[in-house]
């Protein structure tokens, strides 16, 4: 009996030591895990406005720029992200603005054609249509600008290393993870990103972060090695 009554202690006693080894590995996952969930959470759903390519030709006094958009419907900044829709947006410079004007191009073997509409307030002609032309080095156009017609080819400012926006985020995250965290909690991101490619002399990125309550952290980053050139809150 005491033979048998002591195998049956110490058989407890290591069961016992399994069982909190069992519970103390548990635990440290389980606080590994809520611990990470915001440095592991994508973002990328939460992007509501994505400009992730500029298109740029210049011909008879005209200039021409086309860029590749994704934006929510509707499109507000409010703080709360939407379904996307990839669009083609095309804006043209002229002499003079009371012209008919229309753009004809080409892309994938699909035909586009359409009129353009001038904006007074910026003082150009504007076209969009539904289409996905971010991965597009160039775009052969055809402008009808009144009497006149002017092959122009636009071409991508993109170049070999020019980071995407995947890129970006992933940047901007690590350099702001006080800002990220603080919007960030078991429900999700509280707020909508904004990243646009911009080109003046060379390609750089904006992005918009929007809290909910109308706030705007902005930064302007270098497109080929994703620092952060100027940040300001609004």
């Known amino acids: 009996m005491t033979i048998r009554f002591l195998y049956k202690t110490l058989f407890l006693q290591r069961l016992r030591k399994i069982f909190q080894q069992f519970c103390l590995v548990f635990f440290a996952l389980t606080v590994c895990l809520f611990a990470g969930c915001k440095s592991a959470m994508d973002?990328?759903?939460?992007v509501s406005e994505l400009r992730s390519n500029i298109f740029i030709a210049e011909a008879e006094g005209l200039t021409l720029r086309i860029y590749a958009v994704e934006k929510e419907i509707p499109y507000q900044a409010d703080g709360i992200p939407r379904e996307c829709t990839a669009r083609l947006e095309a804006y043209l410079h002229a002499p003079e603005g009371n012209k008919q004007c229309q753009i004809a191009f080409t892309f994938q073997e699909e035909h586009f054609h359409g009129e353009m509409s001038f904006d007074n307030v910026k003082a150009e002609y504007f076209y969009s249509c539904t289409l996905d032309?971010?991965?597009?080095t160039e775009l052969p156009c055809r402008i009808e600008y009144g009497e006149q017609t002017i092959e122009m080819t636009a071409r991508s400012v993109r170049g070999e290393n020019t980071l995407y926006s995947k890129d970006i985020l992933s940047v901007l995250k690590s350099e702001e993870h006080e800002l990220f965290t603080a919007m960030t909690d078991k429900y999700g991101f509280s707020g909508e990103i904004y990243i646009?490619?911009?080109y003046e002399d060379s390609p750089y990125y904006y992005v918009g972060i929007i809290?909910?309550?109308?706030?705007v952290h902005a930064f302007l980053i270098n497109a080929q090695t994703g620092k952060i050139l100027a940040k300001r809150t609004m």
């Open 43 to 46: 973002y990328a759903p939460y």
């Open 133 to 136: 032309v971010s991965t597009a």
């Open 196 to 198: 646009r490619l911009i």
């Open 211 to 215: 809290e909910r309550n109308g706030m």
